[in-house]
């Protein structure tokens, strides 16, 4: 291990001619430029190929090695001493502490990153050395891939726990406009069936009757899918059998959750609860090639940009697509991943090596993936479910384990024999058996003192469930009606605050007219869904594209809200999104509220002339009307 540096972030050009586009794309776009970390190697645009992925036939020069993450570089593994070994040991569990039960090795590789490689007998006693190593920690060993390198072979190696209780979870929003293939996917991914191409996969997925009546999702629904230390999945042994949530739970080092979201534009409000709600690690948007880019496909994109999600693309149906249209679709993605409001790198998955480049590059939220799949003869699915094996943790969460225990609460339920259980997302720190915790907001603000009676995770019981983890609770002597969704349940020492104001930096994305004073919208902050009032405006009005900062006061009760967590307002068509600045304390906040106003204004000048003015309202109607703006959602907030 080398001592501390710090990574060098390289500057990407991304030039004119659509390097990662189609050959037959020859759209005139201005130079950009965008930066990336990349935790492999340093590929630039210029290192993609004409048709969008990267040869990788020999090894790249890669970056110098960090002490913090949880890659390694070992040029030669020979033959230990006893001493020796015992400190590769330690090296490898830091590792795999680094990498929440995860590891990669880059065997033939120098600490300055320069990929000498070895010979083959070299390498392979070098990877039985690593491979000692990982039993010794109850690990398994996977190579990914061998390469060449300037004196002979590279080889990438994955070191994964075997399965326990803690397992790794990564949490997939799946969002895209209705009838897109979402719900069919999933089906087809953790059932392990293909589609018979008239929904036949979906049946599993769908929790209610008109769900399967119309095929349209209109709830959120969570399914798994389990890889083993030696990243195979354990959903299914065969084609067509299937396990239950907890033997996929108890087989698995890592788990996949897939929060199948709504499609439809009415169901728009459950769609935004599960992307704020459920604080999901990645988003998939799944896009129809027959379709294109169109209904919702632009929202729920802008709705991940803001809120900071690294998202991923799958375009369905392909084997249903004529080959000129599959080419049009491909080509408005990419031109729409690569606008002003996205500044990402379209990258088209083909190969394995595309898909480990890929999975180690995703988290610097630069590259944006594309698999094209079809759901009927399989074409491709291999290479998706490479991916999210090697997808990796998000390292904010590992952050939050010493943090003082605070739970969202997304659901409620009176359990016959059980009593009252409630589901969420564990935010931070952790929450064990016999916990005395605070739950609340209530109607006036206070909080009230409860204790865990048991945890599961995944319907499997468990002792301990730390942030990162969606969990159900048990709770002793308190009813079912005292809770609501969008309460949280914290340690006593957090000393929580209610709120019924707070102030917000919010960047109008779209509205048809101005918003002044009253205006009034529903506000999501985390699991927190109600409408709020404007009730001060520092620069007086906002237009579509404006940054302010501005006053809102819930409507109906109190809410428990942080500041630095991320929120969207709407109304209508009209989106915004913030950050909250500074809360006000119920008790400071509590007077007679004025009567709503008029909330906007009809005046002339909509704006028009800002520099954001114009963003897309997301409703995707094609080539004019007034979707044709394009994607402008910044992240500058």
Known sequence: MTSKETKETPTTQVPNNNNVADDNDDDDETSTTTTTTSTTSNHTTDDLSPRGHLPLEKAAHLSPEVEFGNIEYKWKLINPTQERLEHLVTQLKWRLGEGMGEAIYEVGVEDNGVPTGLKEEELQQSIATLQLMAQKLEADLTILRERDGVEGKVAEVLIRRYAREDFLEIRIAVVGNVDSGKSTLL??????????????????????????????????????????????????????????????????????????????????????????????????????????????????????????????????????????????????????????????????IRSEDDVVVAARNFVSDRIAPIFCVSNVTGHHLDLLRQFLNLLPCKREWEKLYEEPAKFDIDATWAVPGVGTVISGTMMSGSITGNDTLLIGPDSLGHFEAVQVKSLHTKRMPVRMVRAGQTASIALKKIKRNAIRKGMVLVAKSVNPVACREFEAEVLVLYHQTTIQKNYEAVVHCGTAQQCARIIDIKSGIIRTGDKATVRFRFTSRPEYLQPGTRLIFREGRAKGIGRVLQIFPTSETEKPAAPPASTTTTTAGTGAAHPMAGVASGRGRGKGGRGRAALKVSTSL
């Open 187 to 348: 089906g087809v991914l953790t059932r392990g069936g293909l589609d018979n191409g008239r929904g036949l996969a979906r049946m599993n997925v769908f929790r209610h009757k008109h769900e399967v009546e119309t095929g349209r999702t209109s709830s959120i629904s969570q399914e798994i899918m389990g890889f083993d230390s030696k990243g195979k999945i354990v959903n299914y042994s065969g084609v067509h059998s299937s396990m239950g949530s907890q033997e996929i739970c108890e087989q698995s080092s890592k788990i996949i959750t897939f929060l199948d979201l709504a499609g439809h534009e009415k169901y728009l409000r459950t769609t935004l609860f599960g992307l704020t709600g459920h604080a999901p690690d990645f988003a998939m948007l799944m896009i129809g090639a027959n379709m294109g880019v169109v209904g919702m496909t632009k929202e729920h994109l802008g709705i991940t940009l803001a809120l900071r999600v690294p998202v991923y693309i799958v375009i369905t149906k392909i084997d249903m697509c004529p080959e000129n249209i599959f080419k049009e679709t491909l080509h408005a993605i990419k031109k729409l991943l690569k606008s002003p409001g996205a500044r990402k790198i379209p990258v088209v």
